[in-house]
């Protein structure tokens, strides 16, 4: 499974990016993103479904969606926050287990990683 991400870059505190990837084909998809110094942390997942999931900090900030006819996930981030910054890993999972999603081990596979900068 090829995973493919797109869209970080660097921003003022309050603006707004959007990150994209591509699964070559339907997984349960999640973001995650480590900052430098810190461990990998769980951001956001979706479900085949479409259920979705955040961690508390993105709450009302950040929305996951998905595109499966272009088995692309997508997470807006808005209000974006200097502790926002780090590098935002994409990721799939053949399967669903309910709030375990937060976890790394649950991923099958992971894409390259994306800079997002938000400064002061």
């Known amino acids: 499974v090829q995973l493919q991400a797109y869209g970080g870059g660097s921003v003022q505190a309050g603006g707004s990016l959007r990150l994209s990837c591509t699964a070559s084909g339907e997984y349960v998809m999640g973001w995650f993103r480590q900052a430098p110094g810190k461990e990998r942390d769980f951001v956001a997942v979706i479900g085949r479904s479409g259920v979705t999931c955040y961690t508390d900090s993105v709450k009302g900030r950040f929305t996951i969606s998905r595109d499966d006819a272009k088995t692309t996930v997508y997470l807006q981030m808005n209000t974006l926050k200097p502790e926002d910054t780090a590098v935002y890993y994409c990721?799939?999972?053949?399967?669903?287990?309910?709030?375990?999603?937060?976890?790394?081990?649950?991923?099958?596979?992971w894409g390259q990683g994306t800079q997002v900068t938000v400064s002061s």
């Open positions: 990721a799939a999972a053949r399967f669903w287990t309910g709030q375990s999603m937060g976890e790394n081990v649950k991923y099958d596979y």
